[in-house]
């Protein structure tokens, strides 16, 4: 199993640390690459970190991967977007201060994203998730900088709420969280996302 991270900025060590972590506990044979251009989207799998989701954007556009992972996503290649990821996925997406923005997407989930929702002075927080519905327990997550899932609509499923918005969705081959599952104790949202690869 390869399964890739895309590695323009952001928590890309620590995604492939986790990645690794899972294959290990589930005792799957695999590797973790770095992806950086077209060449490099040979993948099972792959995972859009968090960081910046304009920079992400504007760097995948310019380095001419963003329409190529795109269709890979639309054809069914599995997806975990954390963070600036899950923005980058969404359908739409507005700002907490300034509404809408434009700034390259991938845009193909059923999820309206409000980015910065909980503002500057909660910039960094823990909180107690119940990531249950993927077989986990009640986890406790850090959200930096964090966007929020406020409608869910189409194909889109919560998985996971967290005062009144959602933390978590699925729909089909693409996984959301507005959290970073990187740098939490737990594997399971990497596990779950590697079960999704495997079917």
Same mark, same amino acid.
């Given at each position: 199993?390869?399964?890739? /991270? =895309?590695?323009?900025?952001?928590?890309?060590?620590?995604? @492939?640390?986790?990645?690794?972590? +899972?294959?290990?506990?589930? %005792?799957?044979?695999?590797?973790?690459?770095?992806?950086?251009?077209?060449?490099?989207?040979?993948?099972?799998?792959?995972?859009?970190?968090?960081?910046?989701?304009?920079?992400?954007?504007?760097?995948?556009?310019?380095?001419?991967?963003?329409?190529?992972?795109?269709?890979?996503?639309?054809?069914?290649?599995? /997806? =975990?977007?954390?963070?600036?990821?899950?923005?980058?996925? @969404?359908?739409?997406?507005?700002? +907490?201060?300034?509404?809408? %923005?434009?700034?390259?997407?991938?845009?193909?989930?059923?999820?309206?994203?409000?980015?910065?929702?909980?503002?500057?002075?909660?910039?960094?927080?823990?909180?107690?998730?119940?990531?249950?519905?993927?077989?986990?327990?009640?986890?406790?997550?850090?959200?930096?900088?964090?966007?929020?899932?406020?409608?869910?609509?189409?194909?889109?499923?919560?998985?996971?709420?967290?005062?009144?918005?959602?933390?978590?969705?699925?729909?089909?081959?693409?996984?959301?969280?507005?959290?970073?599952?990187?740098?939490?104790?737990?594997?399971?949202?990497?596990?779950?996302?590697?079960?999704?690869?495997?079917?």
């Amino acid at each position: 199993m390869k399964i890739g /991270v =895309l590695a323009y900025q952001g928590s890309f060590e620590e995604h @492939a640390l986790q990645t690794k972590r +899972a294959l290990d506990k589930l %005792k799957i044979d695999g590797e973790v690459i770095a992806v950086k251009r077209v060449s490099d989207l040979d993948v099972d799998g792959i995972i859009i970190p968090g960081g910046e989701s304009t920079t992400i954007g504007i760097v995948a556009q310019r380095m001419g991967l963003l329409e190529p992972l795109k269709e890979k996503i639309m054809e069914g290649l599995p /997806v =975990l977007g954390t963070c600036a990821g899950a923005i980058m996925l @969404a359908k739409d997406v507005s700002d +907490a201060k300034v509404g809408k %923005k434009s700034q390259p997407l991938i845009g193909v989930m059923d999820i309206s994203v409000i980015r910065n929702y909980y503002g500057r002075q909660r910039e960094s927080f823990e909180a107690n998730v119940d990531l249950r519905s993927i077989g986990g327990g009640i986890e406790k997550v850090v959200f930096i900088r964090a966007p929020a899932i406020v409608k869910v609509f189409g194909n889109a499923k919560s998985l996971s709420q967290f005062k009144d918005v959602h933390v978590m969705v699925q729909e089909n081959n693409l996984l959301a969280t507005t959290f970073h599952p990187e740098l939490s104790g737990t594997t399971i949202v990497h596990e779950y996302f590697i079960s999704m690869i495997k079917k």
